[in-house]
Nanobody
């Protein structure tokens, strides 16, 4: 089970931090965790992922330099720090587990979405 939180309304240039707490997963077999986002009528797109063991991070070009993904192994939690937010970052954000791809359909576990709205 993945539980995401931290979304909200923020002005352009502001920051938010998303959290995703995982339970019930055997983390020895979890390759990584990640964040995706989806706008109405659009396909879910990759935002960032982190490997669970080594903490290697990967980002979509659109968020590189502004977003930072991190994890707390002791708490089984992954975070997405979002800085310098833009209106085009407005989406529903989803956390995912046990994947290692930028393709959403290759991730087996999903949390509920959390809405991020950036006002101009």
């Amino acid at each position: 089970q993945l539980r995401a939180s931290g979304g909200g309304l923020v002005q352009t240039g502001g920051s938010l931090r998303l959290s995703c707490a995982a339970s019930g997963l055997t983390f020895n077999y979890v390759v990584g965790m990640g964040w995706f986002r989806q706008a109405p009528g659009k396909e879910r797109e990759f935002v960032a992922r982190i490997t669970w063991s080594g903490g290697t991070t990967y980002y979509a070009d659109s968020v590189k330099g502004r977003f930072t993904i991190s994890r707390d192994n002791a708490k089984n939690t992954v975070y997405l720090q979002m800085n310098s937010l833009k209106p085009e970052d407005t989406d529903v954000y989803y956390c995912a587990a046990a994947g290692s791809s930028t393709r959403f359909n290759e991730w087996p576990y999903w949390g509920q979405g959390t809405q991020v709205t950036v006002s101009s």
